[in-house]
């Protein structure tokens, strides 16, 4: 159990944010095993076969992210590989290049990483660096820019809520359902840890709170310097996120883009190439095409190259007027 205690600064700068680069490191974690209770199977039976067939090396990132095993330091990640983001919502970009800067000094780690990769790292860390931001941006186009809006959606409800939360009771109210393994007593957190014991102390950098999608059933939590003390857990709803089912095209919605656009924004609860929406809607090809268009157009939906394959996918517009119209 660690002991986390907080001096009324602390209160004060304890903050939220999300990180797009985090969950680019915990859905990895997931690839590579950490997913036991299959909670983002869904997810992973469309990526996979997407890994398998792109023509991506993406060694340099997965070396960096342990596989879960039964070792007291398996699942530790190297810090400069998810550094606390700075904003509340940062762009990938704008993380990445906090990667490429990393000081040599912080290139060491405990994480269960290869040797080899290591020393690469140390050799050469603005290559190596460089290289390993290129893979991801590569990985994040294959893996998760297209689900990101209802990635997107799903952590920002959970902020609001906490917010609310902070709101009505304080810090106890708003850590109360935060997670099974955190809670707050005497004016400190306590956190279930596997290995670490003790008593940290924030020393008025506050505490960031950072909902993660792909971290269930695990707390991750960053106590140590130089980066600022944070708390990745899971979001209310995570449960859900992949288990959708399309509805109906609304009338409302029908009324406003028409009938045909209406349900293919309606059969988007996950990216879909022309040919699946062909199939589920009973549309031509041709015909969703132009309709795609004109939604991508308007703004309402995205387009993601996923090897010879075009994959759509609502961007937080259209998820937004899909939930407004009921749909």
Known sequence: ????????????????????LWEVVASVRVLKGAD????????????RPRIATADIDLTPLFDLVPVPTRSPWS????????????????????ELESVKATPPALLETTAEVPPARLAALRADPTAELGRLTEVIEAYWELALAPYWPRILTLLESDIHYRAGRLVEGGARHLFADLDPQVRWAGGSLHLEHRTVRGVRRLDGRGLLLVPSAFVWPRVFSVLNEPWQPSLRYPPRGVGALWHSRPAPASKALAGVVG??????LAELTAPASTTDLA?????????????????RTAGLVSAHRVGRHVLYARTRAGETLVTAAGA
């Open 1 to 20: 159990m660690i002991e986390v205690e907080f001096s009324m600064e602390d209160v004060a700068r304890t903050r939220f944010a999300l990180s797009p």
């Open 75 to 94: 699942g530790r990640i190297p810090g400069f590989l998810c550094p606390a983001p700075m904003t509340p919502l940062p762009s990938l970009a704008v």
């Open 279 to 295: 199939r589920r809607t009973g549309l031509t090809p041709g015909g969703v095409s132009q309709h795609l268009t004109a939604l």
């Open 36 to 47: 036991e209770q299959g909670l983002h199977r869904a997810w992973a039976e469309q990526i």
């Open 259 to 264: 009938r045909s656009r209406a349900a293919l």
